[in-house]
């Protein structure tokens, strides 16, 4: 199985593997790399995936206006979910003194306590191993955020943090 030839597949634990996963391969910007994920075929992650496919699919003819749903359908779901520090939160928002730390710009909008709004970032992802330190976390604008995310050009914005934030340390 192709799955087994790669070390993303050979590093999971053996209760975190099972035939139903499926193997997302994303572009990056590098020329014939690319990242791979495993997810479960009944995972959030995959859901959300297949959703944003069929999306994407959409959009490659103009939309008609479509009739929605009144009445959407719901379900229950069940995660697993990383313990964040709030310590290392703290800090880092904190320390950020409410400045994106990716495109420099003040915080979009203020909370009702008075503080700007900013997003903590785990440059390596907490779900791909990464510490929730602050040498791996920095403070971002909700836009920034998406793009460290879905960006056409992450790879790119990542190595200038890295280069541009000293307490970062790739992992």
Not at 47 to 53: G, P, Q, R, S, T
């Amino acid at each position: 199985m192709l799955k087994k030839n790669f070390p993303e597949w050979q590093a999971r634990r053996q209760n975190d593997k099972n035939s139903d996963m499926k193997m997302v391969f994303k572009k990056t910007n590098e020329t014939n790399t690319y990242e791979i994920e495993l997810f479960d075929e009944k995972s959030f992650q995959n859901e959300h995936i297949n959703f944003e496919l069929e999306v994407a699919s959409k959009l490659k003819k103009p939309p008609k206006n479509p009739t929605g749903t009144k009445s959407p359908k719901k379900k229950n779901v069940s995660a697993e979910q990383v313990i964040r520090d709030p310590e290392v939160h703290a800090w880092v928002l904190h320390n950020s003194k409410w400045i994106c730390e990716c495109c420099d710009k003040p915080s979009p909008f203020l909370k009702p306590d008075g503080k700007g709004y900013l997003e903590v970032h785990h440059l390596k992802r907490l779900a791909d191993g990464g510490s929730d330190t602050i040498e791996n976390a920095i403070a971002v604008c909700p836009n920034c955020h998406r793009e460290l995310h879905y960006g056409e050009k992450k790879t790119e914005i990542l190595e200038d943090i890295y280069n541009k934030i000293s307490r970062t340390v790739r992992e």
